[in-house]
């Protein structure tokens, strides 16, 4: 998942581990496998959240024990910084990591740039035939892969169960029946129906494809988010704010959002699974079970959500290249990625995962996994990720009253035109 701007602008937490508290690009102190053992520095920096970070460092500690010469030096770097950060330090040929956590649609961007290490022929890609077919798409480039796929999500709808219980009204399938419901839910619990992020143009995407719609069509290479598809996902953002339905937050929006749903002051949040155990977090869902997670509601032509995950990439500058594969293999293993799923809900992108019955029965695998089969492919193509600048001034703009839909969709479209030279 891309997950919004998670975390921006917070300080980087940097924990060495064992002896490696520093060192970037393998801490300049070689490594390899001599002898055929792996030995040095592994630098990496992992982009989880605050509810999630304690895990991925523990997994890393992991690795030193299988490897007890390689010394892992852990950073954790805000989802909001990492992918200027990255570009910064591997552009400038210092500071870089070993090893990134890569959202999906950085990965193309990354190896388009020359920042990436191909892993095709290394031990960095285990066991590939295991690995969902749909978590396969972002790791690759100009038929190269430069990713080992670790997490794979989308988006739900995230419900209070005793607010709607409360209010009387079924979680909503539709944008149009959670409005509806919306008055209901103010006057029988004092709570808005729905938190917005207008902040993030990733959470734009669920309505855009309920309508229809999307950004582009990169098989054609074609713009399409300007079409009457964009025109009516901008209204119904619009819409559903103005009329109360929602409260929207155009700074901040993803810690706002939690907030609000732990607090109660919503009902609902369109969410991922990696602030499951966030949410569960909140005085509101001291029993678990209140915490309900439903299909994101439909627009007027479909229903869809985003696909998104994390990966694992290598840079291309690393000194210790032969430590980096390892770790890579390491942390998208069955193994690690069933830790994931025990510990933080997080779903595996390895299809014998899906078969330990500890996972098997998780309930949140069992809803996010279908939604995951179901959802949108977003395009892998370099430009990906700029893809969302344009649209999120736009977004603010729209709720803001200072653009209309029309304008707004206009607007993004002749941007993306002028970023993909050869779409029309």
């Known amino acids: 998942m891309r997950r919004g701007i998670r975390g921006a602008l917070a300080t980087v937490l940097v924990a060495g581990l064992a002896l490696a508290a520093t060192g970037c690009g393998g801490g300049g102190d070689g490594g390899g496998s001599a002898g055929g053992e792996l030995s040095g520095t592994v630098t990496f920096w992992d982009t989880s959240n605050d509810a999630e970070k304690a895990t991925y460092r523990k997994l890393a500690e992991g690795f030193q024990k299988e490897h007890p ?14 992918n200027a950060k990255f570009k910064n330090a591997a552009g400038g040929g210092a500071g ?6 890569t959202e999906v649609a950085w990965v193309a961007d990354f190896a388009n740039l ?13 066991k590939t035939g295991d690995y969902l077919p749909q978590a396969v798409g972002s ?11 670790q997490v794979i999500d989308t988006l739900g709808l995230f419900y209070n169960k ?6 009387g009204v079924p979680v909503p399938k539709t944008f149009t029946e959670l409005a509806s419901a919306a008055r209901k839910i103010k006057e029988k619990t004092g709570a808005t129906a729905l938190y917005l992020r207008g902040d ?25 988010i300007d079409n009457a598809a964009g025109v009516r996902a901008f209204r119904t ?13 155009a700074t901040d929006g993803q810690e706002n959002q939690l907030k609000a749903l732990k607090d109660g002051t919503v009902a609902m949040a369109i969410d991922g699974p990696w602030d499951i155990e966030g949410a569960r977090a909140g005085k509101q869902f001291a029993d678990k079970g209140n915490l309900g997670v439903a299909p994101v509601p439909g627009g007027s032509a479909a229903q869809g959500s985003p696909q998104g995950g994390w990966n694992l990439s290598v840079y291309a500058g690393s000194k210790n290249l032969q430590a980096s594969y390892a770790f890579v ?19 595996p992108t390895r299809k014998s995962v899906y078969d330990v019955p500890a996972v098997k029965h998780n309930e949140m695998v069992s809803f996010f996994k279908p939604a995951v089969d179901g959802a949108v492919q977003r395009p892998w193509i370099a430009e990906g990720n700029a893809l969302f600048e344009p649209l999120k001034v736009q977004m603010n703009k729209v709720l803001t009253g200072s653009a209309t839909p029309e304008q707004a969709a206009k607007t993004v479209g002749d941007a993306y035109r002028k970023l993909l030279k050869d779409y029309t």
């Not at 870089?96 to 956590?101: C, E, F, L, S, W």
């Not at 790791?139 to 796929?149: E, N, S, V, W």
């Open 329 to 347: 293999k390491y942390m998208s293993s069955a193994k690690v990625q069933q830790e994931t799923t025990d510990k933080l809900s997080l779903l």
């Open 69 to 82: 010469k390689v010394h892992v030096a852990y950073v954790n770097v805000p989802f909001g910084d990492a």
């Open 96 to 101: 870089a990591p070993d090893v990134i956590r």
């Open 237 to 249: 953002i619009k819409q559903l704010v103005d009329s109360k339905a929602a409260v929207t937050d």
């Open 139 to 149: 790791t690759k480039f100009d038929g190269k892969t430069y990713a080992a796929p």
């Open 200 to 224: 993030d143009p990733y959470w734009f995407l669920p309505y855009l494809y309920g309508e229809g719609g999307d950004m582009v069509d990169a098989a054609h290479k074609k713009v399409t």
């Open 162 to 167: 005793k607010l709607l219980a409360d209010a």
């Open 114 to 126: 020359g920042y990436l290490a191909p892993l095709d022929g290394t031990p960095a890609l285990d």
